[in-house]
């Protein structure tokens, strides 16, 4: 009776693998239905249907009608102008998009990188999908069959991996891992939902925008082949590694040697083994900073990303930071013909070093080749720059503050920034669903009341916590490795233009050019989020929206307690639990942080300073700059607070949901 299943699975991988050497599949082939996530349970943010988005200028609906009414006001609302409408219909391709678009990064992390070449294959992840049963899981484990050495440690036999893959109730696929079969050929690709949504532990469904902050990137990439092919995300540079015996031809047409295979991997993989769960290294700057997985609540949040780097264009910076994921970030090859201004480090030896040990033996560079002259007959995007689907903005190879290294991602049979600005419209749909973080009224009323006391309207104001500043690393005083991060990319910048959104990709010979105009951000906080007037840059102000669901706190992730680590005493409340402090104390040991005790430890100075002991003590988190410092804006005793008023606040700072019970009056 138990072979039967095994028989039928067995039947339908050979007819899926049949039919795959005819036509190209793609699967899962469809986003979670909306019964199975909280989107219907959420109240609707504020952007409206038929309100218009003009390159960051928003037109509410009513203005859009009267507008229309007029030749002059048409022509403000074109696509000719760089007008988009935000309708039903460009958020269900945004919604489509955020599940399934890969923009073809199936070819990376498969040809080059190796993804499925580990223990961390579709072997080993579909036998750990199918013994779930059918049940969710926020934290697929894989179990090694063998011992494995990655960078400098050895994982031996029967190791559980926590990979912190999402996998929804009832789903036999993880949430934005898509598999392609093409010609009997397997690929795996990611898209968004990997990181920015996530499955609720209590009931299986998808919390669609809730950050995925347990997913291990930096694991999962590390068991890959050839994840030296990720160098730009690690601080290992190619130019100063160990010789191997590779030849190559370099740009001066003569032959030289590439880095040394083995020191290459083994530098990268420990770098990425470092990487604690729930962070990535988003910006290729040859140092190993990730940071922590943002939520997708964008609504009102803008200038976006951390260090505000996405400030203009279509919704005010954030199709700018969706194509960042996939125009700049998972594609490190988009930016080799700038690795010499950005890096130091030459189009031959950057496009050597990711391709010389490629999974893929089609993709792999052969003995005494040009690099670049390879990759073009390889390339699964001829004409443009990279693996990824992108077309070259009017002013590449330079980039600007809007598309930092002057590539747009867009697929073929798309117009011009289509389906990253249909995200950005989908993503400014979404919401935390409700949470009641306490039955008392008076005790969010009076939270609300020391929220304001203590100053943090100050910085978080308005609907969605949040005045949209820019604030100095030397004000905040939080780990400043990651706010100089794209001070590199502000050198190439030039004034930024684009194609009108009505321009069909491929594009056509000579397209037309528009301007798009920067004065929606102050020009002060472009020049700090890139760290040009200071030179330790600075973070954006984010939004308080779904602090339930995005513990731990700060850029670095550092600030985290479990539900154990604090008891009340006396005094207040004090520590009783030391080893379960900090990242070191909860994700890196496979524990959820706690929302309410880790928004605790960020407002109280005597529990963040046994926090930012803890991760300081921890090596690899020393070595990806995560200590949990900073934002020293204290509620607690010293300051003139008494338990109940920390207590109250954290009470209120949870509530902050879909549709807060208590609002700020301001």
């Not at 902050?213 to 890959?224: E, K, R």
């Not at 002013?395 to 600005?421: H, T």
């Not at 496979?590 to 300073?609: F, T, Y």
């Amino acid at each position: 009776m138990r072979l039967r299943p095994i028989i039928i699975l067995i039947s339908l991988v050979v007819l899926v693998g049949f039919i795959a050497f005819r036509i190209e599949l793609a699967l899962p082939g469809t986003p979670p239905s909306l019964y199975n996530t909280y989107t219907p349970f959420t109240k609707p943010t504020s952007q409206e249907i038929g309100s218009y988005d003009v390159l960051g200028h928003t037109v509410s609906k009513a203005e859009a009608d009267q507008l229309l009414q007029t030749e002059t006001g048409k022509q403000e609302l074109s696509p000719e102008n760089g007008a988009v409408e935000v309708s039903e219909e460009l958020i269900d391709l945004g919604r489509k998009a955020f599940y399934l678009e890969t923009f073809g990064n199936e070819y990376l992390f498969t040809d080059v990188i190796g993804i499925l070449d580990g223990p961390l294959n579709l072997a080993s992840l579909s036998k750990a999908i199918l013994a779930l049963g059918g049940k969710p899981t926020t934290n697929l484990q894989v179990t090694l069959d063998e011992d494995v050495t990655v960078g400098n440690r050895t994982f031996t036999a029967g190791t559980v991996l926590n990979t912190g893959i999402d996998v929804p109730k009832g789903s036999l696929f993880p949430l934005g891992i898509r598999s392609f079969l093409d010609q009997g050929k397997v690929r795996v690709g990611v898209t968004c939902a990997l990181c920015h949504a996530a499955v609720s532990s209590e009931t299986g469904r998808v919390l669609e925008g809730a950050p995925n902050n347990d997913v291990d990137t930096g694991l999962i990439i590390a068991f890959a082949s050839n994840s030296a092919a990720l160098f730009r995300q690690a601080s290992a540079n190619p130019t100063e590694m160990p010789l191997g015996d590779r030849i190559y031809i370099n740009k001066d047409g003569q032959e030289a040697r590439l880095p040394d295979i083995k020191a290459m991997e083994d530098a990268v993989d420990t770098d990425l083994l470092s990487w604690p769960p729930g962070n990535f290294t988003s910006n290729g700057d040859l140092k190993n900073n990730p940071s922590q997985i943002p939520s997708s609540y964008t609504q009102g949040s803008w200038p976006y990303s951390w260090s505000g780097v996405a400030s203009v264009g279509w919704f005010h910076g954030l199709t700018t930071l969706n194509n960042a994921v996939f125009g700049v970030n998972a594609d490190p090859a988009t930016t080799a013909d700038a690795g010499g201004e950005l890096l130091g480090v030459d189009k031959e030896i950057y496009l050597g070093t990711m391709l010389q040990n490629a999974s893929n033996p089609k993709f792999r560079l052969p003995d005494k080749v040009k690099p670049s002259e390879f990759f073009e007959k390889i390339d699964p995007t001829p004409g443009a720059p990279g693996f990824n689907e992108v077309i070259k903005m009017p002013e590449y190879p330079k980039g600007s503050v809007f598309m930092q290294n002057g590539l747009m991602a867009a697929s073929p049979g798309y117009k011009v920034a289509e389906q990253i600005n249909a995200m950005s419209a989908y993503q400014n749909t979404l919401a935390p669903p409700p949470y009641q973080s306490t039955n008392d009224i008076e005790v969010l009323k009076h939270g609300a009341a020391i929220f304001n006391q203590a100053g943090c309207v100050d910085c978080h104001s308005g609907r969605y916590f949040t005045n949209h500043d820019v604030i100095a690393q030397r004000e905040i005083g939080t780990q400043p490795s990651r706010a100089q991060a794209s001070k590199g990319f502000a050198k190439l910048f030039v004034l930024p233009q684009t194609y009108p959104p009505n321009v069909s990709v491929p594009l056509p010979p000579d397209p037309p050019v528009i301007p798009v105009s920067t004065d929606i951000t102050p020009k002060e906080d472009i020049e700090l989020a890139y760290a040009q007037s200071d030179p330790l840059g600075g973070f954006k102000v984010p939004n308080l929206v779904g602090l339930y669901l995005s513990a731990p706190y700060l850029h670095d992730g550092g600030v985290a307690a479990s539900s154990e680590a604090l008891k009340p005493d006396k005094k207040g409340f004090k520590v009783a639990n030391p080893d379960q402090l900090g990242m070191a104390g909860t994700l890196l040991q496979g524990i959820q942080p706690d929302p309410s005790a880790s928004l605790r430890v960020l407002v109280d100075r005597n529990l963040r300073k046994p926090v930012v002991a803890a991760n300081r003590a921890n090596s690899d988190l020393q070595r990806v700059n995560v200590d949990g410092s900073g934002h020293n804006y204290w509620v607690d005793r010293q300051a003139g607070f008494s338990v109940k008023d920390q207590t109250d606040l954290i009470q209120f700072l949870l509530s902050i949901d879909d549709d807060p019970e208590v609002l700020l009056d301001n």
